[in-house]
């Protein structure tokens, strides 16, 4: 059985750093067939896709976003992280982790479709 | 970008009616990129729907999905008290994007 958990702090001051992991079993997150991916949920609102990486390449990112993000894989942890610096109140939102399905677009490839999903992480700026 | 707009916003149904939700892209999607998910309160979303009308594992046929170009749409046949959900569609074409969601909740 596939799972994803996020972990990190629910509450980050204003201009730091939001500092997110996700801990994959039931998998292996250097499979060469998922897209292992952030999205996030501003409050009441929906859903917002941040970035995706997969097992061997870098990480491609929401050219929408207005934040600066980092996402990293780390294959010894069987894990992946966000960090999105300088945050503002705009970033409090529930951040998931998501494994994305492997799938081409002529000459590119990404997440298809997200099969799993971690249960959520509420993460609030304060000033 | 593709732009998915989802309509209604909010659809007001009774349990056993039929729910007819609409995904409205801004120009042609192959329906291979098409998929829906669903999300309750304080769940994460779950996949219902991918290649626009294939279930995904565990999801009652109850639901089933159609379409092409533009428009797509998913049925939910007869509502049972656990569909009441927001319901969004995204796609993976030239980029990746979900639609605003629609809400079916309780008449």
């Known amino acids: 059985q596939v799972q994803l958990q996020e972990s990190g702090p629910g509450l980050v001051k204003a201009s730091q750093t939001l500092s997110l992991i996700c801990t994959v079993s039931?998998?292996?997150?250097?499979?060469?067939?998922?897209?292992w991916t952030w999205i996030r949920q501003h409050p009441g609102e929906g859903l917002e896709w941040i970035g995706y990486?997969?097992?061997?390449?870098?990480?491609y990112y929401n050219p929408s976003l207005k934040s600066p993000v980092t996402i990293l894989i780390d294959t010894s942890k069987n894990q992946f992280s966000l960090e999105v610096t300088s945050v503002t109140a705009a970033d409090t939102a529930v951040y998931y982790c998501?494994?994305?399905?492997?799938?081409?677009?002529?000459?590119?490839?990404?997440?298809?479709?997200?099969?799993?999903w971690g249960q959520g992480a509420l993460v609030s700026v304060s000033s | 970008e593709i732009v998915l707009t989802q309509s209604p916003g909010t659809l007001s149904l009774s349990p056993g009616e039929r729910a007819t939700l609409s995904c409205r892209a801004s120009?042609?999607?192959?329906?291979?990129?098409l998929v829906w998910y669903q999300q309750k309160p304080n769940q994460a979303p779950r996949l219902l729907i991918y290649?626009?009308?294939n279930r995904a594992i565990g999801i009652p046929d109850r639901f089933s999905g159609s379409g092409s170009g533009t428009d797509f749409t998913l049925t939910i046949s007869r509502l049972d008290p656990e569909d009441f959900a927001v319901y969004y569609c995204?796609?993976?074409?030239?980029?990746?994007?979900f639609g605003g969601g629609t809400k079916v909740e309780i008449k």
């Open positions: 039931g998998d292996s997150i250097n499979s060469n067939e998922y897209y």
């Open positions: 990486v997969f097992a061997s390449g870098s990480p």
């Open positions: 998501a494994r994305g399905v492997l799938g081409y677009y002529f000459d590119t490839s990404g997440p298809l479709y997200f099969d799993y």
């Open positions: 120009q042609s999607v192959d329906s291979y990129y």
């Open positions: 290649g626009a009308s």
């Open positions: 995204q796609q993976f074409g030239s980029s990746l994007t």
